[in-house]
């Protein structure tokens, strides 16, 4: 039997964990209750974790951005389909910090910032059922937020 839980609540998940570095930001699902809990290196929150927390046959760790591929990778697939005389340029941006600003500061030059957001968007949702699928999850509702 698949746990089942809403898209928003996957989507919230994936967010917060994705909403620092790596480990700094965890989310665990109960699989049993489809209930979230978070945690944070940096910031208190207002649940606990289980204390079983790291049993994997109870629980599973919400992947962070990097873990599905959807940080630098994307944001130079998206340069490579849409503005592929710029690539070079973009690769040369994420050897350096301060990469995504620069990133989106070509775009809104290039009038694509809103088409890199719907993108992302679209790369997010496809990812995250996808990975649902692989640890038997079953989504509710894909409107997000």
């Given at each position: 039997m698949s746990t089942y839980i809403k898209f928003s609540d996957l989507l919230d998940a994936y967010d917060w964990v994705s909403a620092g570095a790596p480990f700094e930001n965890a989310a665990y699902l109960d699989k049993v209750t489809g209930t979230v809990y978070l945690s944070s290196e940096l910031v208190?929150?207002?649940?606990e974790l289980p204390e079983d927390y790291e049993d994997e046959?109870?629980?599973i760790a919400v992947p962070h951005k990097f873990d599905l591929d959807l940080g630098k990778?994307?944001?130079?697939?998206f340069i490579e389909e849409m503005l592929p005389d710029k690539s070079d340029q973009a690769h040369a941006f994420f050897r350096k910090r301060g990469a995504y600003s620069r990133f989106k500061d070509l775009l809104e030059r290039e009038d694509l910032l809103d088409d890199w957001y719907k993108y992302e968007e679209e790369?997010?949702?496809?990812?995250?059922?996808?990975w649902a699928e692989e640890n038997d999850l079953e989504v509710g509702s894909a409107k997000a937020g």
């Open positions: 208190d929150v207002d649940t046959s109870k629980y990778s994307l944001a130079l697939q790369a997010i949702k496809s990812a995250l059922y996808e």
